[in-house]
T-cell receptor, first 114, second 115 residues
Framework: NAGVTQTPKFQVLKTGQSMTLQCAQD?????MYWYRQDPGMGLRLIYY???????DKGEVPNGYNVSRLNKREFSLRLESAAPSQTSVYFC?????????????FGPGTRLTVL | RKEVEQDPGPFNVPEGATVAFNCTYS??????FFWYRQDCRKEPKLLMS???SGNEDGRFTAQLNRASQYISLLIRDSKLSDSATYLC????????????????FGTGTRLTIIP
C-alpha cells in the first residue's frame, strides 16, 4: 500500500495563478483532510470530507476550494494564489478500523507564492 | 488563548537522558488526545494515544490530567533517533465512526538528542 500520496511535492506560483493539489489514499478510508502548516502556527485544517460526496470547511477555508472526486481522491484548489498561501500543505485520511481513528498523512506539498 | 499550547523548545538533551514535555488544552470537554511525531521536513505520524489511566509504549509514557487540562509525554533512555518535533493533538469531539475531523494540533516541541 502506498498510503497517502500527494502531488506535486514542490510548486512555485506567481500571485494570481491557480493550481490544484492532488491527494489520493489507498486505505479505503472514509474521511480525508487538507491542512496547512506554517512556522509557529501548527497544522490548521482547511477543509475536510467526512465521507464520499461531502465536504466541510475547517478553520482556514478562505481562498481554497476542494473536490472529493471519489472515495480515494480529494483535491485542493487555489483559484488565485496569494503570498499568504505560501505554506506546506498536508493531506490526511482516516476511517473506521484504524486504531483510535488515527490520521495518516501524505508527504506534503511545499508551495511558494511570489 | 490557544486551544492547545506547547513549549516550542528546543530541548537539547544528551543521549540516554529522560525528557518530559507538557501540553495544555483549553476545551474542558475535549474527548481524545494524542502525541504525533514529525521529523524535519516530513509528515506527522501518530506516536501514541493518551488515555485517562496513562499508557506506556516502550520508552514512551503518556499521561492525561483532565482536572488540570494537561497532557504529558515522557521519553526515557533517549536515543539519537528520538530527535524530532512532538505535536500534542486534541480532539474536542467524541470520535465518530467516520474519523476524527476536528483534531487541534499544538505547534510542537522540538527535541534534539545530543550524542
Amino acid at each position: 500500500n502506498a498510503g497517502v500520496t500527494q502531488t506535486p511535492k514542490f510548486q512555485v506560483l506567481k500571485t494570481g495563478q491557480s493550481m490544484t493539489l492532488q491527494c489520493a489514499q489507498d486505505m479505503n478510508h472514509n474521511s480525508m483532510y487538507w491542512y496547512r502548516q506554517d512556522p509557529g502556527m501548527g497544522l490548521r485544517l482547511i477543509y475536510y470530507s467526512a465521507s464520499e460526496g461531502t465536504t466541510d470547511k475547517g478553520e482556514v477555508p478562505n481562498g481554497y476550494n476542494v473536490s472529493r472526486l471519489n472515495k480515494r481522491e480529494f483535491s485542493l484548489r487555489l483559484e488565485s494564489a496569494a503570498p499568504s498561501q505560501t505554506s506546506v500543505y498536508f493531506c490526511a485520511s482516516s476511517g473506521p478500523g484504524t486504531g483510535d481513528n488515527e490520521q495518516f498523512f501524505g508527504p506534503g506539498t511545499r508551495l511558494t507564492v511570489l | 488563548r490557544k486551544e492547545v499550547e506547547q513549549d516550542p523548545g528546543p530541548f537539547n538533551v544528551p543521549e540516554g537522558a529522560t525528557v518530559a514535555f507538557n501540553c495544555t488544552y483549553s476545551n474542558s470537554a475535549s474527548q481524545s488526545f494524542f502525541w504525533y511525531r514529525q521529523d524535519c521536513r516530513k509528515e506527522p505520524k501518530l506516536l501514541m494515544s493518551v488515555y485517562s489511566s496513562g499508557n506506556e509504549d516502550g520508552r514512551f509514557t503518556a499521561q492525561l490530567n483532565r482536572a488540570s487540562q494537561y497532557i504529558s509525554l515522557l521519553i526515557r533512555d533517549s536515543k539519537l533517533s528520538d530527535s524530532a518535533t512532538y505535536l500534542c493533538v486534541v480532539n474536542p469531539y467524541r470520535i465518530s465512526n467516520f474519523g476524527n475531523e476536528k483534531l487541534t494540533f499544538g505547534t510542537g516541541t522540538r527535541l534534539t538528542i545530543i550524542p
